[in-house]
């Protein structure tokens, strides 16, 4: 019984969306976090810059971001549940507090997150490239059927289509946040990164989740079949 539910789910998904796009907008629901991960990844930030602004104290900065990200996640623990954002914002503090340490300088906490960011550049761009658009992966993550069928998204042109498009969005998020950042960092201002990295983080994901948004409500791609 259980081997027939995936294919009859996934047909019924289908059918239900006449579109590419509405069928998109259907699966990356899901896969939007809320406003607990979103705190929970600004707040070790908060915590930096914080004890920055006020003391000049790098040590005393960093550990304090690492003790707020280590809190974040015992509470999550002791709630039992998911982990997914907090350690995220574990491993980002504690990349951050080593660059920072061994450098001497508080800039430097902010290097991590922007390399990420280039890699993310690069490898989203390269992926529409190739024809294998990393918002495909996450549509095709949304399917009930990708256990049996996990690229069964790229046999469809029109889905592959639509997702370069909204993989374009995020081209333009990495774009925007490393021209920023970089400039700020070669400047060795502080304060400013830590505030350019929380509205650079969240706000902007956002803004580029309204932007895919109005892009797939504008849309017509038919589905193909199969």
Known sequence: ??????????????????????????????ALGGWRGSLETALPTIAFI????WRQDLKLAVWTAVAVAVVLAVVRL?????????????????????????????????????LISGAYLVGTLA????????????????DPRVAEDPFGWRRDAGMVRVCSRL????????????S?????YLAAQVEALGVAKIVLGWPLWLGGVAVMGWLLVRGNTPQQRD
């Open 180 to 184: 920023i950042q970089i400039p700020l």
């Open 50 to 53: 914080a004890l920055w602004s």
């Open 127 to 142: 992926s529409i490239l190739v024809k294998w658009p990393v918002v495909g992966f996450l549509v095709g993550a949304g």
């Open 78 to 114: 002791v709630q039992r549940s998911s982990l997914q954002h907090v350690f995220g914002a574990v491993i980002a503090t504690g990349l951050a507090a080593f660059f920072a340490m061994r450098s001497g300088k508080a800039e430097d906490a902010f290097l991590p997150g922007m």
């Open 1 to 30: 019984m259980t081997s027939d539910a995936g294919p009859h789910v996934g047909a019924d998904e289908r059918s239900a969306a006449e579109t590419v796009e509405e069928l998109i907008r259907h699966r990356l629901s899901a």
């Open 167 to 178: 993989t374009w969005v995020l081209v333009a998020l990495y774009v925007i946040r490393l």
